[in-house]
């Protein structure tokens, strides 16, 4: 499986890397204390080469789906939040998958190959979620085709400082810390990326998951998926209610950034005197921020510097913040 080159691929709503800023804790680079082992699991060597050079993630766990024939760019076109029929051969989009309730599905990444060819990125969790959902809108005598083809090739992910000068085809992407590119060939000189150390820089750059924060418990709006929702386009899947919600401002609650006092699991309530605020989705103890995580905030407390109260056995402070977390 190999991507034509014909016209190189061009991103849309697509940030550019930006510098981390934040101080690194030099006692936390070198691992956990050995007084508190539940504090960090991560790879210092990582996290601090994604701060000054180049990290690579391998990605071949998520979904990749050609999408083909006449009418494949009018079924993505239903199926997301993405203006696909106006996607240029060469171009990439990040959309959202909606059901018909505008609540997220997942979020994918499509590349338009050709006129009538496109790849559809999805999350590793959501693959099944994707074809069936697909599947269920192709009418009757619809010229259009869905194959997996994850096995075909390998799919990397590079990102830090230097991410741009790996040589070959490459195509940005938001799924990577402070953006990146995915890439199906030799990644070389890149350090490898681990799972902990990834969720680490995800949650600091405030990168929503599928089963975390994109669930159909939210709408694309709440998650920020702004750049990723065409307002424009013709009609969707979900779209009455998406327009609807923007227009009328009816969003209750965004996906913000949550300081912690002490680590936690799990996804928990958040409370402002004694009222239901938002929901905890993920967290993790970072090198430069401390116990951080992301949260659901309805909109009368999702202010930063808002202080809640997190519902558990030992509850604890929790500090609404900006995301990123080193904008803040």
């Given amino acids: 499986m190999a991507l ?34 539940a504090r960090l699991r991560y790879d210092p060597r990582v996290y601090a080469e994604s701060q000054t050079g180049l990290v690579r993630r391998d990605m071949s766990h998520f979904g990749r789906f050609r999408v083909w024939g006449k009418d494949a760019a009018a079924l993505l076109h239903h199926l997301t939040t993405q203006d696909v029929k106006n996607m240029r051969p060469g171009e990439v989009r990040e959309a959202v998958l909606v059901n018909n309730k505008a609540r997220v599905l997942d979020w994918v990444t499509i590349m338009r190959r050709h006129e009538s060819d496109f790849w559809v990125i999805t999350s590793p969790n959501r693959k099944q979620t994707f074809s069936q959902h697909a599947i269920r809108y192709v009418l009757f005598r619809q010229d259009v085709k869905i194959d997996d083809v994850a096995a075909d090739d390998a799919l990397f992910g590079v990102f830090g400082p230097l991410a741009a000068e790996v040589p070959g085809p490459k195509w940005p992407t938001r799924r990577l810390p402070c953006g990146g590119f995915l890439t199906f060939g030799a990644t070389d000189g890149a350090m490898p990326c681990d799972t902990d150390t990834f969720n680490i820089l995800r949650v600091e750059c405030g990168l929503p998951v599928a089963g975390s924060e994109l669930t159909e418990d939210f709408n694309p709006w709440e998650a920020n998926f702004d750049f990723a929702i065409s307002p424009n386009k013709g009609c969707y899947n979900g779209q009455e209610v998406i327009a609807r919600l923007n227009t009328y401002q009816k969003i209750k609650q965004k996906l913000v950034g949550i300081r912690l006092e002490k680590p936690n699991t799990g996804r928990v309530l958040l409370r402002f005197d004694g009222k239901d605020a938002g929901l905890l989705t993920s967290s993790t103890v970072s090198p430069r921020f401390g116990p951080i995580g992301l949260a659901y905030v309805r909109n009368d407390w999702n202010a930063s ?24």
């Fill in 4 to 37: 034509a080159t014909s016209a190189p691929f061009r991103a849309t709503g697509v940030s550019t890397l930006a510098p981390a800023h934040g101080t690194l804790d030099p006692t936390l680079l070198n691992g956990p204390s050995t007084d508190a082992p």
């Fill in 305 to 328: 510097g808002t202080e809640l109260e997190v519902v558990c056995d030992h509850p604890q402070k929790a500090t609404v913040c900006e995301l990123p977390f080193f904008s803040s």
